[in-house]
């Protein structure tokens, strides 16, 4: 029988990450809507890069479930290198990585969230900008973190991704957490909060 304090880490674990899946769903009904008069248009979302992910993870043997910062991260970044981007609806603009860490609140749950997001930009045939995301959020218990104030670092192109791991590896939560095990693990698309 396990101790009382595993049992409410576990239950609490469960209910941060089914938390986090509402919010991740809830993102990607959001993006899968058409505006008003714009049902006819296929619009990009990020359905389909997170599907391009989870490819991706399927390649490589990962089971997201069992990853640390340490592993997200080197996984992502291979992503990002060996793994075009495949375009939506519009003509592609741009490709970055987006890292980011920081407290969350959602409702009841909170949690110490560190990310790292590929973000798609695309033009469509009006020239107007649309947005695809896709990553790997992990959510850590927020109390040993709260010293940490929210970060956020973008590497714009692949010549600059060594700079970039650089400042991810240098970065403050990254050196705490790397290679602790988070109480929750997201795949999500909803974009950079």
Same mark, same amino acid.
């Given at each position: 029988?396990?101790?009382?304090?595993?049992?409410?880490?576990?239950?609490?674990?469960?209910?941060? *990450?089914?938390?986090a =899946?509402?919010? #991740?769903? +809830?993102? &990607? /009904?959001?993006?899968?809507?058409?505006?008003?008069?714009? *049902?006819?248009?296929? =619009?990009?979302? #990020?359905? +389909?890069? &997170? /599907?391009?992910?989870?490819?991706?993870?399927?390649?490589?043997g990962?089971?997201?479930?069992h990853?640390?910062?340490?592993?997200?991260?080197?996984?992502?970044?291979?992503?990002?290198?060996?793994?075009?981007?495949?375009?939506g609806?519009?003509?592609?603009?741009?490709?970055?990585?987006?890292?980011?860490?920081?407290?969350?609140?959602?409702?009841?749950?909170?949690?110490f969230?560190?990310?790292?997001?590929?973000?798609?930009?695309?033009?469509?045939?009006?020239?107007?900008?649309?947005?695809?995301?896709?990553?790997?959020?992990?959510?850590?218990?927020?109390?040993?973190?709260?010293?940490?104030?929210?970060?956020?670092?973008?590497a714009?192109?692949?010549?600059?991704?060594e700079?970039?791991?650089?400042?991810?590896?240098?970065?403050?939560?990254?050196?705490?957490?790397?290679?602790?095990?988070?109480?929750?693990?997201?795949?999500?698309?909803?974009?950079?909060?």
């Amino acid at each position: 029988m396990a101790p009382i304090n595993d049992v409410k880490r576990m239950h609490l674990k469960f209910f941060v *990450a089914m938390c986090a =899946l509402l919010v #991740s769903l +809830g993102a &990607i /009904a959001a993006e899968s809507g058409a505006p008003d008069g714009a *049902a006819d248009s296929p =619009l990009p979302a #990020s359905h +389909g890069l &997170i /599907a391009d992910l989870q490819s991706f993870l399927r390649e490589q043997g990962v089971d997201a479930n069992h990853l640390n910062a340490e592993a997200m991260v080197r996984l992502m970044v291979d992503w990002y290198r060996f793994a075009p981007a495949h375009e939506g609806a519009g003509t592609a603009a741009g490709d970055t990585l987006v890292y980011r860490y920081g407290g969350w609140s959602e409702g009841c749950a909170t949690a110490f969230k560190l990310s790292l997001l590929r973000r798609v930009t695309e033009h469509d045939a009006t020239g107007a900008e649309t947005q695809r995301f896709a990553g790997i959020t992990l959510m850590f218990e927020p109390s040993g973190q709260a010293e940490l104030m929210p970060f956020t670092a973008v590497a714009s192109d692949s010549k600059s991704i060594e700079a970039f791991l650089q400042t991810i590896e240098s970065s403050p939560a990254f050196r705490q957490l790397a290679s602790a095990t988070p109480m929750g693990v997201v795949i999500e698309s909803g974009g950079v909060r």
